[in-house]
C-alpha cells in the first residue's frame, strides 16, 4: 500500500514537472515569434535605412565576404547586387592585405569602431579615396560588419590644396629667406671675388645645378671671360678663359638680353649652331639655363647654370635665376665700377709719379709760365739749358733770356696760343745764357688753364737744336752739292720718299720721257702713265715691292708709253739711301735692245725664209725630245730636199729660186700644225720637227700632206712652177 502510494506521488509530481516545462517552452516559443518579428522588423528598418543612404555601405561576414549592399554601392561602383554577393573587399581594394581584413574582423569582434581611409575600384576602373567606418551588427542572426563607405575626393583635394599652399608658402619664405641672405651678401663689400663663393653656396638651395658659372663681359675686344666657375670641369672652360661674343651661347644672351634653357636630346642641333657647347655636353652637361646679368641697363655678363640631368629646369627655376641674376648683377656693376674708379686712382698716382720722374730725367728743359710770362715751375734740364740755378731762374721773364727780336717772336707765338687756344708746336729761337754764350732752342707750348677753365698761363717743352741747326747748315750745303751733280748728269735721275712721292726729276728724265714733276708727283702717277697696260703694271709693280723689300740694286729693262706716246725700252738701277728714300737712275736703252734682238733674230733664223735654223731647231729638238720622254709619246723628224731646183735657179734665176725657198717655207707652215717646226738647214733641204705623235702612222700621214701640198703648182715671174721633194722620216 505505501509503494502504491509512492508511485502516485512521484506521477503527480513529474507531471506538475513535465506542466512546468512545457509552459516554459510555451514562453520560449513566445519569445522566440516576438524576436523573429522584432528581427524582422529591425531588418526592414536597416534595409529602409541603409538604402536610403547617400554613402555606399555593405555587410560582410566573418569570412570576408559581401553578404548585403545598398542600392548607392550599385550606383557607384557599377556591379549588380548579384555581382556584389560573389565578391569581397579586396575586389575592390586590391591594395588591402588580407591581414588587414583578419585585423578588421577582430576589432569588431572585439565590439571596437574601425575607422580608416583607402582607395576603392569602381567596375569601369576609376579610383575613388574613401573613408571607412565599420561596425559589428546582427546580420539574418549572424555576427557580421556593417562597412559604410564616404567618397572624400572633394576633402583630398581641399586637403591638398592646402598641403600645396602651405608648401608654396614655405618654399616662399624659404626663397625670400635665401633672396635676402644673397642680396646681404651682395652688398657686404666690393670684393667680387669674395662675394662669388657664398653667392654660390646661397643659390645651390634655391636652384639644383652640377656647376655654375659667371662671365664677364669685354665689348671692346668682343670676347666674354669666366670670372668664376664651380662645379664639373668643362674641357677650355675654366675661370679667366675668354670666348668670343659673337657665335656663342653666352654671346646669344648677351646681345639678345633674353634668357635662354637649352635642354635638347638632340646635342648636333644644338652644336650646329652653337659648336662651342660640344665641349659641355662631353662633359656630360644635358640642360643649360643662361640669364644676361644687366645692370642700369647696360649687360654687365651672364650666368650659367648646367645640370647632368636632362630637362632640368622648369619656369620656376628661370624666374629665380632672373632674380638672382638681378641681384649679382648690380653687385658686378658695383665691383667693375670700384675696379675702374682704383684702378684711375693707381694709374693717376702712377701718371703723377711717372710725370715728376720723367720731368726729373728728360734732358728737354721743361717749364711752366704766368700769363706775364713768368716761369713758375721749370725742371733741372731748364736750369742747365739757361745756366741759372732754380733760385735765379725762379719768377724770371723771358725778356731776360732773350733779345728784342727773338722776344717779339716769341711773344707773337704764345699770344697765338691764348688767342686760340691750340698748342703751338716747333717754334725756334736764340736764347742768351747766364755766360753770355748764345744757344738756338726749339719750343712747344700749350695753354694752361684752372678748373673753371680759365687761362692761367702756359706750359711747354724746350730742346737744345744748336747741334742740329749746324747738322742741317752741313745737310743744306751737301743737298746743293748733290742736286747740283744730278742736274748736270747723263743719266736720267729720280728721287723717291718713302711714301712714294717723287721729290727731284732732273732734265735728262724729262728729255728721255717727256714727264716733268707735275705730270708724274707720285709714283701711282708715274706707273698708270707710263705702263697703261693693267697685266704689265701689276707685274712692275710686284717686282718693284721685291726690289724695295730686298734692297737690290738690280738692272730692270721696262718698256714705257712716254709722254709723246712713243715706247721706249728703259734700263732702272735702284740705290737704297739711309733715311729710306731711293734715287732710281734711268737710261734709254732702246736701240740697243733693238740690236740685241736682231742679232739674236739672226744667230737663230734663215735669213731668206725667216725659218728656224741650224741651232734654233737644235734647241727645240732637245726640248721637244725631254716633252717626249715624260708624257710617253713619239717624236717625229721628217727631212726632205726640193727634186730639180737646181733647174729653177738655172732657168729663172737665183731671185726666183729664193723666191720659190720662201713661198715653200710659208706654204709647209700652213700645211703643218702649230706646235710643229719647219726649219731650213741649207740650200733646198728643210727638216721638220712633228712633236706629240701617238704612232709612227702619224708621221706617213703628215708626210703624204707635205707632198700632197708640194705639188700643187707655183707661180714664179708669169711661169707655173711644180716641184717634188724626196723624204726620209724618223721616229
Known amino acids: 500500500m505505501k509503494n502504491r502510494d509512492k508511485t502516485k506521488n512521484q506521477l503527480i509530481h513529474e507531471v506538475a514537472e513535465l506542466n512546468q516545462r512545457i509552459a516554459e517552452l510555451e514562453k520560449l516559443e513566445t519569445k522566440h515569434n516576438q524576436a523573429e518579428e522584432a528581427l524582422r522588423e529591425s531588418e526592414e528598418k536597416y534595409r529602409e535605412l541603409i538604402n536610403g543612404m547617400i554613402d555606399t ?6 569570412n570576408g565576404n559581401f553578404v548585403d549592399v545598398n542600392d548607392a554601392a550599385v550606383k ?18 586590391s591594395s588591402l592585405p588580407i591581414e588587414e581584413i583578419s585585423s578588421l574582423i577582430k576589432g569588431m569582434a572585439a565590439d571596437k569602431l574601425q575607422v580608416f581611409e583607402t582607395t576603392h575600384t569602381t567596375k569601369d576602373g576609376k579610383t575613388i579615396p574613401v573613408e571607412i567606418k565599420s561596425s559589428l551588427m546582427t546580420y539574418q542572426g549572424k555576427r557580421a560588419i556593417l562597412s559604410i563607405a564616404r567618397d572624400i575626393t572633394k576633402r583630398k583635394k581641399v586637403e591638398e590644396t592646402l598641403r600645396r599652399s602651405e608648401e608654396t608658402a614655405k618654399r616662399l619664405a624659404q626663397e625670400n629667406s635665401i633672396m635676402a641672405e644673397i642680396g646681404r651678401i651682395v652688398s657686404s663689400t666690393l670684393d667680387i671675388e669674395a662675394i662669388h663663393e657664398r653667392f654660390a653656396e646661397e643659390v645651390k638651395k634655391l636652384i639644383p645645378f652640377d656647376r655654375i658659372a659667371i662671365n664677364t663681359i669685354n665689348y671692346e675686344d668682343e670676347t666674354v671671360t669666366i670670372a668664376y666657375v664651380t662645379g664639373i670641369d668643362v674641357t677650355d672652360r675654366l675661370k679667366g678663359t675668354a670666348i668670343p661674343l659673337v657665335g656663342t651661347l653666352a654671346g646669344e644672351v648677351v646681345l639678345s638680353r633674353k634668357s635662354m634653357v637649352i635642354q635638347a636630346e638632340d646635342h648636333k642641333k644644338v652644336t650646329d649652331r652653337f659648336p662651342g657647347l660640344l665641349v659641355s655636353f662631353q662633359a656630360g652637361i644635358h640642360s643649360l639655363m643662361l640669364i644676361p646679368l644687366i645692370s642700369k641697363d647696360e649687360v654687365v655678363g651672364a650666368l650659367h647654370f648646367h645640370s647632368t640631368k636632362p630637362n632640368a629646369y622648369r619656369e620656376k627655376d628661370l624666374r629665380l635665376a632672373e632674380e638672382v641674376g638681378n641681384q649679382i648683377a648690380g653687385a658686378i656693376a658695383n665691383a667693375q665700377l670700384f675696379i675702374k674708379r682704383k684702378r684711375a686712382e693707381e694709374a693717376l698716382r702712377q701718371s703723377e709719379e711717372k710725370y715728376r720722374t720723367i ?7 721743361y717749364y711752366e709760365v704766368d700769363l706775364a710770362g713768368n716761369f713758375t715751375f721749370f725742371n733741372d734740364s731748364m736750369c742747365r739749358l739757361l745756366g741759372y740755378s732754380k733760385e735765379e731762374l725762379m719768377g724770371m721773364n723771358n725778356r731776360q733770356y732773350t733779345d728784342q727780336g727773338n722776344g717779339k717772336r716769341l711773344y707773337k707765338a704764345f699770344n697765338q696760343v691764348y688767342r686760340t687756344g691750340e698748342p703751338g708746336r716747333g717754334f725756334d729761337y736764340e736764347i742768351i745764357r747766364k755766360d753770355g754764350t748764345k744757344r738756338y732752342v726749339e719750343t712747344s707750348v700749350s695753354l694752361r688753364k684752372d678748373s673753371s677753365g680759365n ?5 711747354g717743352i724746350v730742346r737744345d737744336i744748336t747741334e742740329r741747326k749746324r747738322f742741317e747748315e752741313i745737310l743744306r750745303q751737301e743737298r746743293e752739292t748733290f742736286f747740283s751733280i744730278l742736274q748736270k748728269g747723263p743719266y736720267g735721275a729720280l728721287l723717291i720718299d718713302m711714301d712714294n712721292t717723287f721729290l727731284y726729276i732732273n732734265p735728262e728724265f724729262t728729255a728721255i720721257t717727256g714727264y716733268t714733276i707735275k705730270d708724274v708727283p707720285t709714283g701711282r702717277e708715274w706707273l698708270r702713265k707710263a705702263h697703261p697696260d693693267p697685266e704689265y703694271r701689276h707685274k712692275i709693280i710686284s ?3 721685291e726690289d724695295i723689300t730686298s734692297r737690290k740694286g738690280v738692272d730692270r729693262v721696262w718698256s714705257v708709253v712716254c709722254k709723246d706716246g712713243e715706247v721706249k725700252e728703259i734700263e732702272f738701277k735702284l740705290t737704297f739711301l739711309d733715311d729710306g728714300r731711293i734715287i732710281v737712275m734711268l737710261a734709254d736703252v732702246t736701240e740697243r735692245k733693238r740690236t740685241e734682238e736682231e742679232l739674236a733674230y739672226r744667230a737663230t733664223h734663215d735669213l731668206l725664209t725667216g725659218l728656224p735654223n741650224r741651232m734654233l731647231l737644235k734647241d727645240r729638238f732637245i726640248v721637244a725630245m725631254a716633252q717626249a720622254q715624260r708624257f710617253n709619246k713619239k717624236l717625229g723628224v721628217i727631212f726632205f730636199d726640193l727634186d730639180r731646183f737646181k733647174e729653177v735657179n738655172d732657168t729663172l734665176g737665183h731671185d726666183a729660186g729664193d723666191r720659190l725657198l720662201y713661198t715653200i717655207g710659208n706654204r709647209l707652215i700652213e700645211l703643218l700644225r702649230k706646235t710643229d717646226t719647219v726649219a731650213r738647214i741649207g740650200g733646198d733641204e728643210f727638216l721638220l720637227l712633228l712633236p706629240n705623235i701617238d704612232q709612227v702612222e702619224d708621221a706617213i700621214n703628215i708626210s703624204q700632206t707635205v707632198l700632197d701640198g708640194l705639188r700643187e703648182p707655183f707661180i714664179m715671174d708669169g711661169y707655173e712652177v711644180s716641184i717634188s721633194a724626196s723624204i726620209g722620216i724618223a721616229i
Open 359 to 365: 720731368l726729373e730725367s728728360i734732358e728737354e728743359g
Open 57 to 62: 555601405a555593405w555587410v560582410i561576414d566573418f
Open 543 to 545: 717686282t718693284w715691292k
Open 455 to 459: 687761362p692761367i698761363g702756359f706750359r
Open 76 to 93: 557607384i561602383f557599377g556591379y549588380s547586387r548579384e555581382e556584389f554577393l560573389s565578391m569581397g573587399p579586396r575586389d575592390i581594394d
